[in-house]
């Protein structure tokens, strides 16, 4: 008897659901098609990696799941079945796109084009797939089968994958259906917020963000809310006119609260990580003792940009100082800025701006190790969204990649 498989989304989820039940079911007689309401497919696929598309992260799959947060335990069989090297074999032997190791394992393909990816999944699944652009899903109802209403007439399906993608960046087309389809079938699904966003500054920290717009270094940066510290992360910030931004602050922006500003949520930054607070007051006092006629923005433009010594010392009041005569006090108030510069958060990251999704359909209502929904059989559910987000380089592709695996092979053994 023919499966028929409705994929509802063509992202990058939806895309890869496809390929594997191409490669995994040639011998099956299944019917596959995916609806997607724009008119072409992987809108979000082809901004990946700035144009690039950084497909996944050469890690084994006991490391590459602490990248998941909360998620880890969940994910983790996806990844064993299928992980980072199994994506890599699959592009370069199937797909015949050749890829390349970065920095941090992080993998591209050689032509560094995210568009170039999105056409070859395309072209590879268009004999086996039937695709129906511009159509968007408006209803998925269950009676036995599956009716999947749209604004183009109505789908019956034996099998769904959902693969409708989280609420970030919504000009892409992900705009939360998903959750909207998963809670009408009586799933659970936590409030989506962004990870891996830029952040906003409040009114009194953001004049010194803007002073320093362009200037990035590496930082430790810590999140207090009510004067306790939740995270912390070390890496690359980046100053902007409205804040900051970065690889160390969008790591840590999945865990500003949504009630950020009634929290005092507030960024702590180390930008002398290297040394702590003791070292660098020594090493403070040994230049200001060796270089008296220096002024103090010089001295510190040793461990920062000149530019960001500059705006310390201004907070400090002591940009035209001299080592000479250089106060215990106004040393202690220079220490704070280069060690606990205070910026302070003016909301929740904003969920459009943001690379993923937190939030989602609840993990406990998946099986880890088929991604079949457990309250209604024969639903699937992958990709953004369920209540996955994983860290940058590579993680959330890979984590589609996996996913779609365990879909595909599951849906091709039903009844077998
Ligand atoms: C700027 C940017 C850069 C990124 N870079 C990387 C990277 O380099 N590496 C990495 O691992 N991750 C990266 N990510 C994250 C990654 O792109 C996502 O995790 C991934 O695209 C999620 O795939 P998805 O298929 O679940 O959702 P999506 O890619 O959002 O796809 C969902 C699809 O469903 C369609 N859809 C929605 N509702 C309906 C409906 N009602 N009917 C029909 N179709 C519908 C949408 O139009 C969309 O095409 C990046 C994200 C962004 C925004």
Redesign the pocket.
């Known amino acids: 008897m023919t499966k028929r498989i409705g994929i ?7 895309l890869f659901a496809a390929c594997q039940l191409k490669r995994l079911g040639e011998s099956q007689n299944a019917e596959v098609t995916i ?4 008119p072409i ?5 082809i ?3 700035h144009g690039r ?2 497909i996944t992260n050469r890690k084994d799959a006991a490391v590459l799941k602490k990248g998941y947060h909360e998620a880890e335990n969940f994910i983790y069989p996806a990844l064993k079945e299928f992980g980072p090297e199994d994506t890599m074999e699959f592009f370069e032997n199937e797909l015949r796109l050749k890829l390349k190791e970065e920095e941090n394992n992080r993998i591209f393909p050689v032509c560094d084009s995210a568009v170039r990816v999105r056409d070859t999944l395309v072209a590879y699944i268009a004999d086996s797939t039937k695709t129906t652009g511009g ?3 408006l209803e998925i109802k269950k009676n036995g089968f599956f009716e999947v209403v749209t604004d183009k007439g109505t789908f019956d399906f034996d099998y769904v994958i959902l ?4 609420s ?2 919504t000009k ?4 939360g ?1 998903s959750y909207k389809f998963a809670r009408k079938h009586g799933h659970t699904v936590s409030p989506a917020k962004g990870a891996l966003a830029p952040v906003k500054a409040d009114a009194e920290s953001v004049e010194f963000c803007k002073n320093l717009s362009g200037v990035s270094m590496n930082a430790g940066v810590s999140l207090y809310q009510e004067d306790k510290k939740t995270a912390s992360f070390g890496g690359e910030l980046l100053f902007a006119e409205f804040g900051l931004t970065g690889p160390a602050v969008m790591e840590i922006s999945r865990e500003i609260p949504l009630d950020a500003a009634e929290k005092k949520a507030y960024f702590e930054l180390d930008l002398v990580p290297e040394m702590n607070d003791e070292e660098f007051d020594r090493e403070l006092q040994k230049l200001i003792g060796e270089h008296a006629d220096t002024k103090i923005t010089t001295l510190l433009s040793r461990f920062v940009p000149a530019s960001a010594a500059h705006e310390i010392a201004a907070r400090a009041g002591a940009e035209e100082q001299y080592a000479q005569g250089f106060s215990k006090d106004m040393r202690k108030k220079i220490c704070r800025g280069m060690k606990h510069l205070k910026i302070g958060i003016a909301k929740a990251p904003e969920i459009d701006k943001a ?2 999704t937190r939030g989602g359909v609840s993990l406990k209502e998946i099986d880890r190790k088929t991604m079949e929904s457990k309250l209604v059989p024969s639903l699937y559910i992958i ?3 369920l209540d996955i987000d994983g860290i940058s380089g ?5 984590a ?1 990649m996996s996913e779609a695996y365990l879909a595909a092979k599951s849906i091709l053994k039903a009844d077998e």
């Open positions: 509802i989304g063509g992202g990058a989820a939806g609806i997607e309401k724009n497919s992987g809108k979000k696929l901004l990946t990696g598309c950084n159509t968007k899903v693969s409708c993608g989280g970030s960046f892409t087309g992900s705009t259906d690379y993923v990709g953004e969204a590579g993680y959330n592709l890979q589609c």
